[in-house]
């Protein structure tokens, strides 16, 4: 809880500052109510469902359902809202880079059906962030969108940040992990996140996602000298080749989204 909320809190704040200086703060475009609040909903529950299924079954399990739900989902909202069906090279490459990240899993076993329940709702929480963005950048450059999301989801977890102030703040490690927490991963990649969406299809630009497990790994190898397995090696080969495969999909161009 303390991780989620400050990591939120301090992610939204980074967002609203770079969109001052750039004279893009959120106020200054119109709140369609219903994408703000699916945008801000899924920004504030994702995270928060995350650690809690991390806590509850595990990092792996809880990794790889959650990264395993994100596109299916992506595909699912784009072929509801924008008519887009996913495609033959789309479903093929999410299948090569879903064995993969079930290789780079590690094999674990310690499933919580709570937890895997909490893990699919986390993964929800990226394609209805990414389908929202897309929907407000049609009158806002992505990074006005981003704030705006990210920080609805911000005030959401508000209250939940003040109650675990002591835990978040209560020695300079823990400040420090929230503060990269907050301005590295969600700031930095939220910027990144919405420049993407505003060029690809929801469904790729969420696919795309499923390099960061791979990434997770070969810095693994490379940086902190894990032992190099068959399971490692073609769990990231996997990875790699599945996200080239469904980048094949012509539908990369958002702009057909309706309002």
């Not at 399990?61 to 072929?79: F, K, N, S, Y």
Request: glycine share 12%.
């Amino acid at each position: 809880m303390a991780a989620a909320s400050w990591r939120s809190l301090l992610g939204a704040a980074g967002l609203l500052a770079v969109s001052m200086l750039r004279q893009q703060a959120p106020w200054r475009y119109r709140f369609p109510v219903r994408w703000v609040a699916l945008g801000g909903l899924g920004a504030a529950v994702g995270p928060l469902a995350f650690f809690v299924a991390v806590e509850r079954t595990g990092v792996a399990v809880a990794t790889l359902v959650a990264i395993g739900t994100a596109p299916l989902v992506a595909g699912l909202l784009d072929w509801m809202t924008a008519g887009q069906r996913p495609n033959r090279h789309w479903l093929i490459g999410v299948a090569m880079a879903l064995a993969g990240v079930t290789l780079l899993s590690g094999g674990a076993v310690q499933v919580v059906g709570s937890g895997v329940a909490l893990a699919v709702l986390a993964g929800c929480g990226i394609p209805c962030q990414g389908l929202a963005a897309q929907q407000l950048m049609m009158d806002r450059p992505p990074l006005a969108a981003m704030a705006t999301l990210v920080g609805g989801g911000a005030m959401v977890l508000f209250p939940a940040a003040l109650m675990e102030a002591g835990n978040a703040l209560e020695s300079a490690a823990s400040m420090a992990t929230v503060a990269y927490l907050g301005l590295v991963t969600l700031t930095l990649g939220h910027v990144l996140f919405g420049v993407g969406l505003k060029h690809l299809s929801l469904r790729t630009a969420v696919v795309v996602g499923l390099l960061e497990p791979a990434v997770a790994a070969t810095l693994a190898l490379t940086v902190l000298a894990e032992p190099v397995t068959t399971a490692l090696l073609t769990g990231i080969c996997l990875v790699i080749a599945g996200v080239a495969v469904a980048a094949m999909d012509p539908s990369t161009n958002p702009g057909n989204l309706s309002g």
